[in-house]
């Protein structure tokens, strides 16, 4: 399967965008999905995660609340909704899945992974 992850972009704290991870090659329902970002001269980081039913989530503290991770099966897609951005947001952010099913917070559990897309909050 082949991810790709867009939707970022430029915006102002307090601001929202939407990130979608589309796939080729095969379907993402069955996938544990996952978003991790990497902030400049910092490590990549765990975001968020959903496993393949969409029942089951998981965040990290610094975006609990202000993102939402989801499903849209129908479109073959995973979509985050983050809100409230703040400067500390910046960072290039990445989808990967786990053919397994299950939700991840770690990036060694992941059997595939997107091109980033790039994601600026300016304060």
């Known amino acids: 399967v082949q991810l790709q992850a867009y939707g970022g972009g430029s915006v102002q704290a307090g601001d929202c965008l939407r990130l979608?991870?589309?796939?080729?090659?095969?379907?993402?329902?069955?996938?544990?999905m996952s978003w991790f970002r990497q902030a400049p001269g910092k490590e990549r980081e765990f975001v968020a995660s959903i496993n393949w039913s969409g029942v089951t989530k998981r965040y990290a503290e610094s975006v609990r609340g202000r993102f939402t991770i989801s499903r849209d099966n129908a479109n073959n897609t995973v979509l985050l909704q983050m809100n409230s951005l703040k400067p500390e947001d910046t960072a290039v952010y990445y989808c990967a899945a786990n053919s397994r099913g299950w939700l991840f917070t770690a990036e060694t559990l992941s059997d595939y992974w997107g091109r980033g897309t790039q994601v600026t909050v300016s304060s």
């Open positions: 979608v991870c589309a796939a080729s090659g095969r379907t993402l329902s069955t996938l544990g």
